[in-house]
């Protein structure tokens, strides 16, 4: 996939038109700028990669070899005759009439927004879902989560939604292994899938919060997801894609506390539960006295 600039065409336009205003008479010396620019933009177009022209390109290459012989042509006082002229007038018709033909059936589309995301995010930089500091702990589950967000850019929910899962469950394979001191999931534990990682962190208390996370994960989303009758809409993977991205941070969060150094910014995604307590219960005293005041 590569990214069109759309705009150029009103470029090309802009730069070739101006050759319909040359007259017979004129000097190469004083209308040089118009012939160079013009030769330069169709060198650029006739030999580019990215939109290349098929059937426009014998006309094209025609009106490009008029005008090098033309600038060619500069510092020997070099006067335009009717013939020239014609040559570039005409040359640049036929090469619009080709042009237009030939770029009529180009099969070209474009990206609409999905939720919040951008276009240009879901496809080239979805993993900046997570701050740098959360990628780096995590560089195993970045190629699917960008890749997730190229399927979620071109409508195909379904692979988004394996490629989001395969994020999610590399993450949970590390969280694995640090829960568990430095124990990695075996062959047959890594079979089990998520459901598998979920009893182990049970098992060796992992966050409650962050294990019934990926639990609703699993049984919401990943599950269905496997079962190849099921197939996921562009609502649904939107929502999936926030989901996963929530059970991952909170993964992250929960395995920094864990480390020597913990980053601040990483581990207040999972506040203590102590202190969510003595918030809810000011709260319910608060509301307590308003409604008696």
């Not at 933009?41 to 070899?65: C, I, K, Q």
């Not at 060796?204 to 996370?213: G, I, K, L, S, Y």
């Not at 079962?227 to 920094?256: F, K, W, Y």
Request: charged share 25%.
């Amino acid at each position: 996939m590569q990214r069109i600039n759309v705009q150029y065409f009103y470029r090309l336009a802009t730069i070739l038109r101006p050759l319909n205003t040359v007259a017979a008479g004129a000097k190469v010396d004083e209308i040089y700028g118009i012939l160079f620019a013009a030769e330069n933009e169709l060198r650029f177009f006739l030999w580019n990669t990215v939109m290349p022209p098929d059937t426009s390109y014998a006309s094209g290459h025609e009106l490009f070899e008029t005008l090098t012989k033309l600038t060619g042509q500069i510092g020997n006082s070099k006067e335009l005759d009717l013939m020239d002229v014609y040559n570039l007038t005409h040359g640049l018709e036929q090469f619009e009439t080709v042009l237009a033909a030939d770029y009529a059936r180009r099969e070209t589309f474009t990206v609409s927004k999905k939720g919040i995301y951008s276009s240009g995010d879901l496809v080239d930089r979805a993993e900046t879902m997570f701050s740098p500091e959360t990628q780096t702990r995590i560089p195993e589950a970045m190629k699917d989560i960008h890749e997730s967000g190229r399927c979620v850019a071109f409508e195909l929910p379904t692979a988004a939604g394996f490629h989001l899962f395969r994020g999610v469950e590399a993450v949970a394979k590390k969280y694995v292994t640090v829960v568990r001191d430095g124990i990695a999931p075996t062959e047959k534990e890594q079979n089990l899938g998520l459901g598998g990682y979920i009893k182990i962190l049970q098992e060796h208390n992992a966050d409650e919060r962050v294990v019934n996370a990926l639990d609703q994960l699993r049984r919401l989303h990943r599950n269905p997801t496997i079962h190849p009758e099921i197939i996921l809409t562009n609502t649904e993977v939107v929502t999936t894609m926030g989901m996963a991205q929530s059970a991952i941070q909170a993964m992250v969060a929960d395995m920094e506390k864990r480390a020597a150094n913990p980053d601040p910014a990483l581990v207040q995604v999972l506040p203590e539960p102590e202190k969510l307590i003595i918030k809810e219960t000011e709260e319910e005293t608060g509301a307590a006295a308003a409604a008696t005041a």
